[in-house]
C-alpha cells in the first residue's frame, strides 16, 4: 500500500531488474512483504481447493523430461484411454463432497483435436459445470475454435504452464516451442476462459531461469488468473530421474515473488506438496499461496488426500475459497 493509503497498482510492465531485485532478497524480508500484498489484494486464511484427475493417461508423444506420461519413456504408467463420462462425474462428485471447489481434468496429448474424444470432454465439462464446480481443463494445445468450444461447454479456467523460462525450455522440451505455449494462452483468453499458467522449479534451471519465467507471466496483457508454483516429482525412466529435490526455502521464495509481482492472481502450491511437512506449508500460505490440489493424486505423482488436507485447514485456521467468487462479487 503507498503512503496516501491507497492500493498499489496492479502492473504488467515489471523489468528484469526490478524482479530479480524481489527474489534476491533475504527470504524473511521476502515473506514479510509478499504477506503484506497478500493482505492487500486477497482474502487472508481463504484458500482454494482443487482436485486434478487424469482423464487419459500416458501415450503422449511429446518428450517433456520430467513426464512420465512421454511414451517415449519406460516409466511403468498405467496407460488408460479417456475415462468414461460416468467415471469422471463420480470423481468429481467425490471432489465436491471432500471440500473441492475446482475440478481440472487432464489429457496426456499433445494437442486437442476435432474428434469424438474432444466432443466427450465437452459433454464431461458440462456435467461438471453443472455440478456446482469451477471446471478447469489441460489439454495440451488449443486454436480458437476450440477454446470458443470449452467455453460454450461451461469450461471456467485452462491450465497450460510454460514450464521454465524461454531460454531454457528447448533443454527440457523440443517436441514444441515456447511460442505455441503462448499461442495457446493467448486463444484461451481471447475465448474468455479463466488463464492458469505456471511452471516447475527442479528441472535443472537457474534461478535466472525461474526469473524469467515469472518476468513473462506477470508481463503478459493480463495476468494469469491462476499461477502453479510446481516442484518437480522426480520419476525414475524419465531424464530428470535423477534432480535434487527442491528445498521449501526455493519454493517460499518463487511463491513469494509471484505473490508480489501478481497481486490478485491465485497462486497454487501444486506439485511437490505430499513430502512436504505442515509447517513447510504453512510458510508457503505465509508466503502468498493461496491455492492448492487436494486428492490422493496429481495425474501421476502422489498428492495428500483429503482427509490430511482438512486436518491442516482446522489447525492453521484456513477456509476453502468459494466456487465462482469472483462472479458473485461482480454481481454484488
Known amino acids: 500500500m503507498t503512503q496516501d493509503g491507497q492500493n498499489t497498482a496492479i502492473r504488467n510492465d515489471w523489468t528484469l531488474e526490478e524482479i530479480k531485485a524481489i527474489y534476491y532478497k533475504p527470504v524473511l524480508e521476502l ?13 487472508t486464511g481463504e484458500v482454494q481447493v482443487c482436485t486434478l484427475l487424469s482423464v487419459k493417461t500416458g501415450g503422449c508423444p511429446e518428450d517433456c523430461s520430467y ?3 512421454a511414451a517415449r519413456f519406460h516409466t511403468g504408467v498405467d496407460v488408460h484411454k479417456l475415462l468414461s463420462q460416468e467415471q469422471v462425474l463420480t470423481a468429481a462428485q467425490r471432489a465436491k463432497d471432500g471440500g473441492s471447489t475446482r475440478f481440472c481434468m487432464g489429457a496426456a496429448w499433445r494437442e486437442v483435436r476435432d474428434n469424438r474424444d474432444f466432443d466427450k470432454v465437452l459433454d464431461m465439462v458440462k456435467g461438471v459445470n453443472e455440478m456446482g464446480l469451477e471446471v478447469c481443463c489441460t489439454l495440451g494445445m488449443v486454436n480458437e475454435y476450440q477454446a470458443e468450444k470449452l467455453k460454450e461447454a461451461g469450461l471456467y479456467a485452462y491450465n497450460h504452464n510454460l514450464d521454465t523460462s524461454e531460454e531454457n525450455y528447448s533443454n527440457i522440451i523440443t517436441t514444441r516451442t515456447y511460442g505455441d505455449r503462448l499461442d495457446t494462452i493467448e486463444n484461451v483468453r481471447k475465448a474468455g476462459i479463466s488463464v492458469c499458467s505456471g511452471g516447475i522449479i527442479g528441472l535443472g534451471e537457474t534461478d535466472e531461469d525461474r526469473i524469467g519465467m515469472l518476468h513473462t507471466l506477470s508481463t503478459l496483457v493480463q495476468h494469469p488468473e491462476s499461477v502453479p508454483v510446481n516442484a518437480l516429482v522426480p520419476v525414475k525412466g524419465t531424464p530428470l530421474e535423477n534432480q535434487p ?6 519454493m517460499v521464495r518463487m511463491i513469494a515473488t509471484a505473490r508480489i509481482l501478481m497481486p490478485k492472481t491465485m497462486v497454487r502450491l501444486s506439485a511437490g506438496r505430499e513430502r512436504m511437512s505442515v509447517t513447510d506449508q504453512a510458510l508457503c500460505f505465509l508466503a502468498g499461496a493461496n491455492s492448492i490440489f487436494t486428492g490422493e493424486k496429481l495425474l ?12 491442516m485447514f482446522d489447525l492453521l485456521g484456513l477456509t476453502p475459497r468459494k466456487s465462482f467468487k469472483e462472479e458473485a462479487q461482480h454481481v454484488c
Open 31 to 43: 515473506i514479510v512483504e509478499a504477506a503484506n500484498v497478500h493482505k492487500e489484494h486477497q482474502a
Open 67 to 69: 513426464c512420465p506420461q
Open 245 to 250: 529435490l527442491v528445498t521449501v526455502w526455493e
Open 300 to 311: 501421476t505423482t502422489p498428492n495428500p488426500d483429503f482427509d490430511a488436507d482438512k486436518a
